[in-house]
T-cell receptor, first 117, second 110 residues
Framework: GAVVSQHPSRVICKSGTSVKIECRSLDFQATTMFWYRQFPKQSLMLMATSNEGSKATYEQGVEKDKFLINHASLTLSTLTVTSAHPEDSSFYIC?????????????FGQGTRLTVV | QKEVEQNSGPLSVPEGAIASLNCTYSDRGSQSFFWYRQYSGKSPELIMSIYSNGDKEDGRFTAQLNKASQYVSLLTRDSQPSDSATYLCASYTGFQKLVFGTGTRLLVSP
C-alpha cells in the first residue's frame, strides 16, 4: 500500500504557541489530503479537506484561522494549530488519496498526538 | 442523521469464530465504502474497499455491500486475539469528503 508519513508523532507545547504538523505522501502524488481529529474513545472527526494548489475546505465548526492548512505540493500538506490551548490537545491524523482518483481509498499517516500544557 | 452509522459494541467473539461487523449509510449517492482497523493509540489502516453490490473476499476478510438497503458489512473468519481492535466503516459523501462511522470495538478472546 501507499505510504503516508506524518511528523511529528508527538508534541508537547505551551499554551499560546503554534504547532506545525506535516503530512507527506512518500511514494505517490496526492491531490487531496484529509485532516482529522480524534478524541479518546471517539471516532475520527473530519476537520478539513486539503486540495493541492487551492484553499482547504473546512468542516462546519472548525475555525480556519486557528487551524491553518497549506497544501503547497502534490506530496505535502501541513496543518498549523495557532495559539494552541489545552482544549486543542488531541490526536491529529492526516490521510492522502492518489492523484486524479476520486472515491478511492485514502491512506493514513501515523498521527500526531498533541498535548498543550 | 449521521452519514455513516455503526454499533459501538463491544462485540465479543471467541478465538476461531466468525466476527460480523455492520454499517449503514445515509447518502444513496455513495459509491465506495471502506473498512479500516484501528488499534488503540494508532492511526487507521485499510482492510478492505468495496464498490459494487455483493461480496468481496480478501484472505480472512469478506466485505458485503447492499446498496438497496444501504448496508455494508465485514466478516472476519477464524478470528484471532490480534484482531481485537476498533473497526471503522467509511464512505465518501456527495461532496467528496471521506467520513467515518463511530467504529465498532471487537474483542476476540483466546
Amino acid at each position: 500500500g501507499a505510504v503516508v508519513s506524518q511528523h511529528p508523532s508527538r508534541v508537547i507545547c505551551k499554551s499560546g504557541t503554534s504547532v506545525k504538523i506535516e503530512c507527506r505522501s512518500l511514494d505517490f502524488q496526492a491531490t487531496t489530503m484529509f485532516w482529522y481529529r480524534q478524541f479518546p474513545k471517539q471516532s475520527l472527526m473530519l476537520m478539513a479537506t486539503s486540495n493541492e494548489g487551492s484553499k482547504a475546505t473546512y468542516e462546519q465548526g472548525v475555525e480556519k484561522d486557528k487551524f491553518l492548512i497549506n497544501h503547497a505540493s502534490l506530496t505535502l500538506s501541513t496543518l498549523t494549530v495557532t495559539s494552541a490551548h489545552p482544549e486543542d490537545s488531541s490526536f491529529y491524523i492526516c490521510s492522502a488519496r492518489y492523484r486524479g482518483l476520486t472515491n478511492t481509498e485514502a491512506f493514513f499517516g501515523q498521527g500526531t498526538r498533541l498535548t498543550v500544557v | 442523521q449521521k452519514e455513516v452509522e455503526q454499533n459501538s459494541g463491544p462485540l465479543s467473539v471467541p478465538e476461531g469464530a466468525i466476527a460480523s461487523l455492520n454499517c449503514t449509510y445515509s447518502d444513496r449517492g455513495s459509491q465506495s465504502f471502506f473498512w479500516y482497523r484501528q488499534y488503540s493509540g494508532k492511526s487507521p489502516e485499510l482492510i478492505m474497499s468495496i464498490y459494487s453490490n455483493g461480496d468481496k473476499e480478501d484472505g480472512r476478510f469478506t466485505a458485503q455491500l447492499n446498496k438497496a438497503s444501504q448496508y455494508v458489512s465485514l466478516l472476519t473468519r477464524d478470528s484471532q486475539p490480534s484482531d481485537s481492535a476498533t473497526y471503522l466503516c467509511a464512505s465518501y459523501t456527495g461532496f467528496q469528503k471521506l467520513v467515518f462511522g463511530t467504529g465498532t470495538r471487537l474483542l476476540v478472546s483466546p
